[in-house]
């Protein structure tokens, strides 16, 4: 007779975590690393500062240059570079150009708030 070995519950359930951290990180990574669009916006950097509770990330705000008489419309982002965090606080208040890329499906708030990243700042 064949004797079947029983696995431990507690063996499964380690294996199942592993499996479910790793498709965890695989997803993350595939939406940091690949984008969904890439530009620039031109405006005012109007508010910019380091937010959260635990997880702390750069959030800023851009008021988005228009037509002469109408609503200014605001670009929200993040910044993970702490670099361009850096060229970002000594451009407050001017008028600048910042090129993004919009990663769609980031899993936490963890690496922002917002879907589009901050890559380069060009202050006018």
């Not at 592993?18 to 939406?31: E, I, K, N, P, R």
């Not at 851009?62 to 670099?83: C, N, W, Y």
Request: with cysteine.
């Amino acid at each position: 007779m064949i004797q079947r070995t029983r696995r431990s519950p507690l063996l499964i359930l380690i294996g199942i975590l592993v499996v479910a951290a790793l498709l965890f990180w695989g997803w993350a990574m595939a939406t940091l690393n690949f984008s969904y669009s890439e530009g620039e916006r031109n405006g005012f950097l109007q508010k910019f500062s380091k937010v959260g509770w635990f997880c702390k990330t750069w959030e800023g705000e851009m008021l988005l240059t228009s037509m002469p008489g109408a609503i200014p419309e605001k670009f929200h982002f993040s910044v993970r570079d702490d670099a361009v965090a850096a060229q970002l606080s000594a451009a407050m208040g001017k008028r600048v150009t910042l090129s993004y890329a919009q990663h769609k499906g980031v899993p936490t708030s963890c690496f922002g708030n917002t879907e589009y990243f901050i890559e380069k700042v060009q202050v006018q």
